[in-house]
């Protein structure tokens, strides 16, 4: 008998139902906070800085820099081809993302390394962030 097993996706609440509809169009959103301006992630009914109320979705440049990076041999979940990537990456505009990284060679990505969002196209309803390095000499200045 073939197991076929499926892959864990998300449960979308009203907070984070404009994030995954966002990323269906290729666009990488984060909460940024009416009263201080910064930007935070997860989604939260108030800002994790200084307790605002109100804030919205912006885009993001999708660029960064890794901050931590590990290769995953033993996932969560046996529907998870490994081994992956698995970083923290801090986005430019002041917030940090837990994703995967695309480009990986077998060892983690060096901390420091710059990197863009790329998208992974799960199903027909579902695409995920995830980065590759870039190199900082093709980027405009």
């Given at each position: 008998?073939?197991?076929?097993?499926?892959?864990?996706?998300?449960?979308?609440?009203?907070?984070?139902?404009?994030?995954?509809?966002?990323?269906?169009?290729?666009?990488?959103?984060?909460?940024?906070?009416?009263?201080?301006?910064?930007?935070?992630?997860?989604?939260q009914?108030?800002c994790?800085?200084?307790?605002?109320?109100?804030?919205?979705?912006?885009?993001?440049?999708?660029?960064?820099?890794?901050?931590?990076?590990?290769?995953?041999?033993?996932?969560?979940?046996?529907?998870?081809?490994?081994?992956y990537?698995?970083?923290?990456?801090?986005?430019?505009?002041?917030?940090?993302?837990?994703?995967?990284?695309?480009?990986?060679?077998?060892?983690?990505?060096?901390?420091?390394?710059?990197?863009?969002?790329?998208?992974?196209?799960?199903?027909?309803?579902?695409?995920?962030?995830?980065?590759?390095?870039?190199?900082?000499?093709?980027?405009?200045?």
């Amino acid at each position: 008998m073939d197991l076929q097993l499926e892959r864990p996706l998300p449960t979308p609440s009203e907070l984070t139902a404009p994030f995954w509809a966002a990323a269906r169009e290729h666009r990488l959103v984060r909460p940024v906070c009416d009263d201080c301006t910064r930007s935070f992630f997860t989604p939260q009914l108030i800002c994790p800085h200084c307790l605002g109320e109100k804030w919205s979705y912006q885009t993001s440049t999708g660029r960064g820099s890794i901050y931590s990076s590990t290769i995953v041999h033993r996932p969560p979940s046996p529907a998870l081809p490994a081994p992956y990537e698995l970083a923290i990456v801090d986005i430019d505009e002041g917030w940090q993302l837990l994703t995967n990284i695309v480009t990986t060679e077998g060892t983690p990505t060096p901390i420091g390394t710059r990197v863009e969002v790329a998208w992974v196209e799960i199903d027909e309803n579902w695409t995920f962030p995830a980065f590759h390095a870039i190199d900082t000499e093709d980027l405009p200045r």
